[in-house]
């Protein structure tokens, strides 16, 4: 196994006034489509992404993981400011301030992007591409969740209730569901929507609001569940993974752990789970049976990420860990200076790792 230091010094802080950085705005311009295919180094060195490509310094702690939105990166922080940054120099493009702390990483569309703050107030907002424009706030009794583009609709959890917004004026349109339970982020699952409750009840509805099932897993969640195909996988505050059909109907649990897991990740076949207090394991995707299992130096700051050769994680006590996707076994780490709570990134063929006030981008070739 080979480890690497990161070398974290203190750099000078950014001489910017909010809301303005130079000659007018110089984010994300309409439209933005889709995000630009992830490419690897092309030095062939290496195909671990350990080799340090640059380091943004943030004057606040940064409140949630980056964001790939169109050709940059774009990031908030706990004084609610948000940021995009330039994804090849890790140089700050454009910085507009917002009303709230915001912990929740942003959502977009083609046309707006939009920020999730939860203090003072519970507050969804939209904003242009064009100039950063505020276009709208919408408050809410329970704070919101992360929201998803669906259709002609903007999908939002918010306690017990999903509502379909209008993405333009965020007016309500419907209450699509109002339910037993305090729901997470709605996730799409072809047409439809899948919604996780934190005590634990899952519910599939269609675009209009029919329920197409629900069922009681009778367990807590934190995280969002993972989809591929036809099964949707579930993670559970007491250590289980539990794996649910199209119709609803369980196709296996295992009782991994004792801790919180966080949502599965898909490597090939295999699904990748890691645990809050720190093991991993691969599990099969279809009979749930076990491939491997690791232990890391510390608790885990969130979901891995999987590539194809490839599997990433990061500790709370400041490690980055690849460990190959077949055995388990760990290829490499960075060693930060620094505590760690967010998951790893990959977007724009960097790894980005973020701990504190600092975002860290590492690829494939020096």
Request: with cysteine.
């Amino acid at each position: 196994m080979g480890t690497r230091y990161a070398v974290i010094g203190i750099a000078g802080l950014l001489a910017l006034t909010a809301g303005a950085c130079g000659s007018g705005w110089r984010g994300p311009q309409p439209p933005v489509t889709a995000v630009p295919a992830a490419r690897r180094g092309q030095g062939g060195v290496t195909d671990l992404p350990i080799y340090p490509q640059w380091t943004f310094r943030h004057r606040s702690y940064l409140g949630a993981r980056p964001v790939a939105v169109g050709p940059q990166l774009g990031m908030v922080d706990m004084q609610g400011r948000v940021l995009f940054v330039d994804p090849n120099s890790g140089k700050l493009t454009e910085e507009l301030k917002v009303k709230g702390s915001l912990g929740t990483p942003l959502a977009w569309d083609e046309q707006r992007f939009y920020t999730v703050a939860a203090h003072p107030r519970r507050r969804l907002s939209a904003f242009s591409f064009k100039g950063g424009k505020r276009l709208w706030d919408k408050d809410f009794n329970d704070s919101p969740e992360r929201p998803i583009r669906l259709g002609e609709d903007l999908l939002v959890t918010s306690g017990r209730a999903l509502y379909a917004l209008d993405p333009a004026s965020g007016t309500t349109r419907d209450v699509l569901y109002d339910g037993p339970d305090i729901w997470l982020a709605p996730m799409a699952w072809a047409d439809d929507v899948m919604l996780l409750g934190r005590g634990g009840q899952a519910a599939v509805l269609d675009s209009s609001g029919t329920v197409r099932w629900e069922v009681d897993l009778d367990a807590f969640c934190e995280f969002a569940p993972a989809i591929q195909g036809d099964a949707v996988y579930v993670s559970t505050t007491d250590g289980q993974v539990i794996s649910l059909d199209v119709q609803g109907t369980e196709l296996w649990r295992r009782q991994l752990d004792s801790t919180s897991l966080y949502t599965p990740r898909f490597a090939g076949d295999a699904l990748v789970v890691a645990a809050v207090g720190g093991a991993l394991w691969s599990l099969d995707a279809v009979t749930g049976g076990t491939r491997w299992t690791r232990m890391l130096s510390g608790p885990v700051a969130g979901a891995p990420h999987c590539d194809d050769r490839w599997i990433g994680v990061t500790t709370v006590d400041g490690g980055l860990w690849l460990l190959d996707p077949g055995s388990g076994q760990v290829t490499d780490s960075v060693i930060f200076d620094a505590i760690i709570h967010e998951p790893p990134v990959w977007a724009f063929g960097r790894l980005l790792i973020t701990s504190n006030k600092t975002l860290y981008a590492y690829g494939t070739s020096p």
